[in-house]
């Protein structure tokens, strides 16, 4: 190498280093050292709303939205032949997140936001917590080595616990019940009681957070998923809205209109 | 009784099919069935799964008709600049949408609703921005 190219590949190596080193530094952390994930998390904006730079609202990152190619590995497209025969029963309107129940996961691959595309993460020494804005989700995950509840009941978003791994925060959930579906959309997405999903995030700088995640069934698929990396950024507001989901008075006040009743 | 202007217009003004036409809209409405309805605001209810307007409208009898109109997420909404108050009980304003498949509903998805001061919203709120 000539010493010019040389002095010039040292350079750009050593500019790497600077900025890694600066978004290395730039991540919050906590008094015992692990990164802070605290924060209001999107996809730089909301769905249907005015992009916040960076992202693009409902559809950013997720699969599916480029053209050409092969179609993008979904949970479903994982199914075994007979999961596929049931999932033929049933359709968008045995969705139930149009009944205000949550997903097992989320749509948009990113279960913090559940089928919104905004949630909140509050970190304490002992938990984090995990909050989402759209159907009100929560989990309260303790980070201090305990292992899953056996007294517990089967719910929607099953029960969660995290270790950290290195500067990674890995979180494994199990114990759902068998009720939600994977995504909301109307995208058959059923699911079994079976259901494992492991999530690893890492803040990636101040405003930058990489999900990962797998999810396994072996009752109904014929291996585990293995999701399309998510990156989520910091939201220029530190606080998720109080929206309340309310199916059933709706259908009243339309039913009533079509009765002319009121 | 709050004022009420004119009649349900159905007019066949064909438009696009909102991009984000999600959930279960497809299933619940008929895109190849455009509505237009012109009335006033009975109640706006910004909520999950999706937010919705009733509007009291008067039909071709001058009998009154109470219609719900499907519309997006409230927090989409909200962000884009939608604001609980915007839009108050009696407000006289012109919706633009699809109608529900089950005809016996008067029932639609919004596509677009205009104020009696020409003030534009979609499916997510306000649209001035995104011409």
Sequence with gaps: MKPLALATAIAATFAWSLAAADAESSIPRMADGHPDLSGVWWGGADIGGRPAGGGGGRGAGGPGRGRGGPAPVTFSSLYTAEAKDHAKTLSDKDDPTLTCTPTAFGTLNVSLWDVGG????????????????????????????????????????????????????????TN??????????????????????????????????????TLEDPKVLTKPWVVPKQTLKLAPFDQIMPLDCNSSDVKELIDAASAQKR | MKKILFAVLGVAAAAAVPALAHHSFAAAYDMQSPITVHGTIDKVLLRNPHSWFMIDVKNEKGEVEHWAFEAGTPSGMIRNGYTPTIIKQGAEVTIKGFRARDASQKRGMLRELTTADGKVFGLFGPQEDKK
Excluded: C
């Design chain 1, 176 to 213: 759902f019940n068998d009720q939600t579906w994977i995504s909301a959309e109307g995208r058959v997405s059923y699911h079994s009681d079976e259901l494992h999903i492991t999530e690893r995030y890492r803040r990636l700088d101040k405003d930058t957070l990489e999900v990962e995640a």
């Design chain 1, 118 to 173: 905004v949630g909140q993460i509050v970190q304490t020494p002992k938990f984090v917590i995990m909050l989402t804005e759209t159907y009100h989700g929560w989990q309260i995950i303790p980070t201090d080595g305990r292992g899953h509840r056996d007294t517990v009941p089967p719910s929607n978003r099953g029960d969660a616990v995290a270790h950290w791994d290195g500067d990674t925060l890995v979180v494994d959930k």
